[in-house]
C-alpha cells in the first residue's frame, strides 16, 4: 500500500516535509527548515538519521531554505540518495546551502565564545559547509515536463509554480495496487508579480496536496501596492529618514529592484542611495540575469536598456555591499537611503544590524514585503511589539513600521482558487504549508465554490494512495 506521510508544514507555514512510502521504496518530498517560534533551533537540531536510512531519494520543489534547508543535514546524518529538482533550483541551492552553512558556522562560533566564557555546553550547526558541499553533488536537475523515475512504483513530473527561479509544482504517479496520481503544488506563486511566469495548469489528479499561506485573504492590488511604495520613499526623502527593507534573497530581493527601477524609470524614485546589503541576493540577482530564459520576457522588455545587458545597472544609485566592513559603512551614511538586507523575516543576517542603528529613529521607515512566520521578530515588528533587543542591546521601535502583501510571492486565496478549479477530475485536497486559520479559510472557500473534499492533515497523518 503506497502512501503519504505528512511530517512537516502541518499547521504550519516552514518546515515542509513529507515521506512518501511505496512497495518499491521511499522518498522525501521535500525536507526543510524550521524558522521562527521559540522550539525552531532546537527542532531543526534534530537528528535525522532514521529517516536518512529509510528513504532512497528527495523529491524537491524549489530552493527556498523552508523546503530545501535540512537536505544538507539529512546528507550529514547519512543520506546518499538523489535529489530530483528542477535546473533552477540546482543553480539557486548552490548559492543557498553554501550561504546557509557559511552563516550558521558565523553564528555557532559567536554563540560558543560566550558558552565558553559562561562555562555551559558548546553546540554545533545544525550543519557545516562540507555537507552543504556533498549535498550538491547529489542534486539530479531536470527540465519542466520530463519525466523522471525515482523507483519502479514512483514516476515524478516538474511544472512551473511561478514562485521563484526553478519553482515547481510536483506531479506524483504512483503505480502501485491501483494507479493514483498526486499533485503537490509547492509554493505557487502570485500572477501578479514580475519576472515569474503564471503557475502552471493540471488538469488531473486524484489527490492535491496544496499550500495555504495565504488561504484567507487576497493580496493588494498591485498597482495599490506600488503607489503606497512610491509614497513612502517619498514621506521618508522629505524626512531624511533611512527606508529598511528586510528582504529574502530569492524572489522578492529581484521584485523590489525591478519595481524600483520601474519608479526610476517614471520619475518617482528620489532616492539616489540604494544598497543592496546581502552576498546571496547579489548572487541571486546576477543568476536570474544568466537564466532569463526562464522569466517572464514581458517582464524583461520593460528593464531599461542598461538593466536588459547588466542587472546591477538597473538604478543608477544602486550600490553592492559584499564584504561586513561594506555592509556597516552603510551606518556612517547620512541619512535618506533605501537599505535592502536579508534575512526576509528579521531572524538574523545583516538587516538587524540595521535594525539596531534605525528603529529608534521616528523618521525611519521599515517596509516588510512578505509573510512573516510566527515568533519572527519581522511579525513581531508587524504586530506593533514596542521595544527589542538587536545584536545585545534593547532598542525602542519608534521606526514607521509598513507592509506591502501586494508584493507577496505566494497566490492569495482568489488565485489558490483559480487554480484548483483548472483541475477536470475531482481531487480531494489536503491542506498544508498554513496557519490555522488560513488553512480553515481555504477549507471553506474550496467547499462553497467547488463542492470539494478537503482535510487539513496534522503531523503523522497518513494519504493512502492505493
Known amino acids: 500500500m503506497a502512501k503519504i506521510k505528512f511530517l512537516g508544514a502541518a499547521g504550519e507555514v516552514t518546515g515542509s516535509r ?35 536510512r529509510e528513504v532512497d531519494a528527495v523529491i524537491l520543489s524549489h530552493a ?15 543520506f546518499k540518495g538523489p535529489v530530483h529538482c528542477t535546473e533552477g533550483t540546482a543553480e539557486l541551492l548552490e548559492i543557498m546551502w553554501r550561504d546557509a552553512a557559511h552563516v550558521m558556522a ?4 559567536w554563540e560558543n565564545k560566550w558558552r565558553q566564557r559562561a562555562g555551559r555546553p558548546l553546540i554545533e550547526p545544525v550543519y557545516d559547509i562540507d555537507d552543504a558541499e556533498r549535498a550538491l553533488t547529489y542534486c539530479r536537475p531536470v527540465g519542466y515536463g520530463r519525466p523522471v523515475a525515482v523507483n519502479d512504483e514512483l514516476t515524478v513530473v516538474f511544472r512551473d509554480a511561478g514562485h521563484i527561479l526553478g519553482s515547481a509544482i510536483v506531479e506524483l504517479n504512483v503505480e502501485a495496487a491501483r494507479r493514483s496520481r498526486v499533485v503537490f503544488s509547492g509554493d505557487l506563486g502570485n500572477p501578479g508579480s514580475v519576472l515569474m511566469n503564471r503557475p502552471e495548469a493540471v488538469e488531473s489528479a486524484d489527490a492535491v496536496v496544496m499550500e495555504s499561506t495565504y488561504g484567507n485573504r487576497d493580496h493588494r492590488p498591485l498597482h495599490e501596492t506600488l503607489d503606497e511604495l512610491a509614497g513612502i520613499l517619498d514621506e521618508a526623502y522629505e524626512s531624511g529618514g533611512n ?10 530581493t529581484q521584485e523590489l529592484l525591478f519595481h524600483l527601477a ?35 520576457p514581458e517582464d524583461l522588455a520593460r528593464l531599461p536598456r542598461g538593466g536588459q545587458g547588466d542587472p546591477m545597472q538597473l538604478l543608477p544609485g544602486l550600490q553592492l555591499s559584499r564584504s561586513a566592513d561594506e555592509s556597516m559603512a552603510i551606518n556612517r551614511v547620512a541619512g535618506g537611503a533605501i537599505i535592502i538586507a536579508g534575512s526576509g523575516m528579521c531572524t538574523g543576517g545583516r538587516i538587524r544590524h540595521h535594525l539596531k542603528y534605525n528603529l529608534w529613529r521616528p523618521n525611519a521607515h521599515v517596509i516588510i514585503a512578505g509573510f512573516q512566520a510566527q515568533g519572527t521578530l519581522g511579525r513581531k515588528l508587524v504586530d506593533g511589539i514596542k521595544k527589542t533587543k538587536l545584536l545585545g542591546a534593547e532598542v525602542a521601535v519608534k521606526a514607521n513600521i509598513h507592509t506591502l502583501g501586494g508584493l507577496s510571492a505566494h497566490a492569495g486565496q482568489s488565485q489558490l482558487l483559480d487554480w484548483a478549479a483548472r483541475f477536470r477530475t475531482r481531487p480531494r485536497f489536503y491542506l498544508v504549508h498554513g496557519e490555522p486559520e488560513a488553512q480553515t479559510g ?20 497518513e494519504l493512502e494512495l492505493g
Open 18 to 52: 513529507h515521506l512518501i512510502e511505496t512497495g518499491a521504496g521511499n522518498a522525501l518530498l521535500e525536507c526543510g527548515l524550521i524558522q521562527g517560534g521559540a522550539q525552531a533551533e532546537r527542532r531543526n537540531h534534530l537528528s535525522l538519521k532514521r529517516l536518512a
Open 64 to 78: 527556498h531554505l523552508d523546503h530545501s534547508g535540512l537536505i544538507p543535514k539529512l546528507v550529514r546524518d547519512g
Open 106 to 109: 558565523r553564528d555557532i562560533e
Open 243 to 252: 527606508v529598511l527593507i528586510p528582504a529574502f534573497a530569492v524572489g522578492r
Open 262 to 296: 520601474m519608479l526610476h524609470q517614471e520619475g518617482r524614485l528620489r532616492q539616489r542611495s540604494i544598497f543592496l546589503d546581502s552576498p546571496m541576493a547579489i548572487g541571486v540577482t546576477e543568476l536570474y540575469h544568466r537564466c532569463r530564459d526562464l522569466l517572464n
Open 442 to 461: 481555504l477549507r471553506e472557500a474550496l467547499r462553497q465554490r467547488l463542492d470539494a473534499e478537503v482535510e487539513i492533515p496534522k503531523p503523522g497523518d
